[in-house]
């Protein structure tokens, strides 16, 4: 054998110094390589340090041949072999490696035991911990600290805390790390009731604090909703005692344990006292200011931007969390234009590609209706996550670009990403709102094999995109499928046949409610009072919405106000409708006085309706809905001037009437038509049909003495070439669909009085149901009459 080289005193010493400097694995296997060669006499303390250095640099599999081909091995060799199975998540190689250790007739050791209970651990395998929890009582280590430490540690991350504590209890002394390993089990099991009684039982051991013990006590009053703000100053109290009150990151902690509890002078008044703040300081303190979203305005905003100026001007960087809180903070108080500037310095920081970043400016955007914007920053992430996908997903719902939405979920499923209950529930909305009932059933098939169905959140969604779509009956059946309702269920299925004219099965579902202690909202109460309205129940209606006021506390939106005015005006009440109006706090609101404006136009009560007009022109004089009652009006009482000159009096404030646009879902896709539409390809066959069908009604009408439906069919319909867009829909669903498939179209106008007139006759003489949604709300046609008793 060669001397060693000077100044070393031996060739283990040597090569101890060569494995020392080793940084990579290739520089482990060639030392390895040249004691195989020129020390095959190599001391078991040498070899055993040649396995630590393999496991050190990431390769227990080359340690573990060289465990193999060792003459003599003993507890260390198998302990660091077993620890570095376990750190590389090879939890079983590591267990197979602990129980050939027992066979091979070595000694385990205590820290063989923590070795083996940290595998378990970290495989959650609390079975096999068991076995081994056994084995360390049969050699008498169970109950020293180290051993025990462990067996807390592997029986708390199992989700065991009663045999954690049953370990803890019978342990003979405890250190810092025993009772830190309690306290982390009970605030990861959520047991916070029990993590007090043990910082409790802390205090009264006179045990010193230390920095982990305390931040695992904030973070679970930070967490805890039942938890006060006198317990989270209790705690505060301790690490001021504990003499740990500038450790900032206990100080950060407690900032936003403060924020979360709703105090947020305290943590303002903490963030002051901390001399030396750094960047996670700050971005605690910003993101403590957001917490109360309804609270964020232009004060909050303010603080937000000063704190992040001074987090500038003492020389720190900010971070994607110092971003993406100032950004939310942005987004939070309506500021586009700090937003905007706040993305600047993300381009600065070249910041503007991280994930979480992206969904904050996306969000910011989107809310700020910006969609494109917001559009662009997606597309220039690195990384899109379903975060991001649902982000932008949402934004195009919120912003009313449903098939934009539509097309973007396609596009995700496309690149193989799973879509998580919040993807879905925005999907669901789009089709939803575009009334698209088709799409709508694929998405709930998807979402009911992916496991998705069973959440509230998703029938809810169901429920609303199937009322939405005309199929009340379908709402009806998923509510009655679910097996947990909340008030939002119960209101969405209320609200569905409230919409659809069927007022006594809402009212009887209300019942329900009521009988199942479900507490009530402001929602529920609207769907309550529309269905009152369209089903002509003044008296309840009036009845109920007292008891929203008196029995529940609740005050009164402009759309239960609506409501009311509706429900006054369909009875023929329109001077008790003006005075409740006048009497309300929404008197200046021209929503409801659009409302009074269509019951007289109804009742033809044409000089209050003058009056009406005149005050909404006076608080909203572009709206175009208005004019356009008021000339309809005008037109049904045979005032052709007084039309004429709203018409004109329309074109000098340049006020434009919105395009009236129908479409019906086929099997085909989504069709949609206009006035007069020619651009369809089966647009022959449409007015083929349409005219067969006018001609078909207007022999039955003639023949039945409706002299005067007659007239207005034979005027209007003799050119077909202006004919409106839901009666063009109507005639290609009946090309399409089978006679015993009701026709569904979907209208973003109120439906004129002579389409209404016409699709209640087409739907006589075809024998067929016809259901119509538009802007108000859903005409159900059978038999030759509407379930809004021609009252909308």
Known sequence: MPPPPPPFVSMDAFYLHLLRSCAALPHVAAVHAHIARAHPAASLFLRNSLIAAYCRLGGPLPA????????????????????????????????????????????????????????????????????????????????????SNSLISMYARCGEMDEARCVFDVTDEHDDVSWNSLLSGYIRAG????????????????LGWNSFALGSVIKCCSSGVDIAVHIAEAVHGCVVKAGLDTDVFLASAMIDMYAKRGALSNAVALFKSVQDPNVIVFNAMIAGFCRDEAAVGKEVMREVLNLYSELLSRGMEPTEFTFSSVLRACNLAGELKFGKQIHGQLLKH????????????????????????????FRSLYKQDIVTWTSMISGFVQNELFEKALRLFQELL???????????????????????????????????????????????????????????DAATLRFQEMESRDVVSWSAVISSHAQHGCAKDALRIFNEMMDAEVVLNEITFLG??????????????????????????????????????????RA?????????????????????????????????????????????????????????????????????????????????????K?????????????????????????????????????SKIEKVASTGGASRVSNDISSREQNLEGCHSEKLAVAFGMIHLPQSAPVRVLKNLRVCRDCHSTMKLISGSENREIILRDAIRFHHFRGGACSCGDYW
């Open 658 to 694: 919105e395009p009236g646009l129908s479409w019906i879902e086929l099997k085909s896709g989504v069709h949609s038509f206009v006035a007069g539409d020619r651009s369809h390809p089966e647009s022959n066959a449409i007015y083929q049909k349409l005219a067969e069908m006018l």
């Open 528 to 569: 309550v009072l529309t269905a009152c309205s369209h089903g002509g129940l003044v008296d309840e209606g009036l009845g109920y919405y007292e008891i929203m006021k008196m029995e529940y506390g609740l005050a009164p939106t402009i759309k239960h106000c609506t409501c009311v005015v509706d429900l006054l005006g």
């Open 414 to 472: 496309c690149y193989g990403l799973k879509p998580d209950l919040f993807t879905i529930s925005s999907v669901m909305n789009a089709c939803a709102s575009l009334a698209v009932a088709r799409t709508g059933e694929q998405i709930q098939c998807f979402a009911t094999k992916s496991g998705f169905n069973r959440f509230t959140v998703m029938g809810n969604s169901c429920i609303h995109m199937y009322a939405r779509s005309g199929d009340v």
């Open 64 to 147: 573990a041949r060289l465990l193999d081909e060792m003459p003599r091995r003993n507890s260390v060799s198998f302990n660091l072999l077993i620890d570095a199975y376990s750190r590389a998540g090879l939890a079983d190689h590591s267990l197979g490696t602990f129980a050939r250790a027992r066979v091979s007739g070595v000694k385990a050791d205590r820290f063989t035991y923590a070795a083996a209970l940290a595998a378990c651990s970290r495989a959650g395998d609390v079975r096999t911990g068991k076995a081994v929890h056994a084995l360390t009582v049969l050699e008498g280590l169970s109950k020293g600290v180290f051993v």
């Open 350 to 377: 070249s910041l503007q590609g991280d994930d979480y970043i992206g969904s904050a400016l996306i969000d910011l955007y989107s809310n700020s209706g910006c969609t494109e914007d917001g559009y662009r920053c």
């Open 191 to 206: 047991a916070r009731e029990e993590m007090l009684k043990v910082f409790a039982l802390m205090c009264r051991c006179g």
């Open 572 to 656: 023929g009440r329109l001077g008790d409708a003006e005075a409740f109006i006048r009497d309300s706090v929404f008197r200046d609101d021209p929503v409801v006085w659009r409302s009074l404006l269509a019951s007289c136009r109804i009742h033809g009560d044409i000089e209050r309706g003058q009056l009406v007009a005149d005050r909404i022109m006076e608080l909203e004089p572009t709206s175009s809905a208005s004019y356009v009652i008021l000339y309809n009006m005008y037109l049904d009482a045979g005032e052709l001037s007084l039309a004429s000159k709203t018409r004109d009096l329309m074109k000098e404030r340049g006020v434009k």
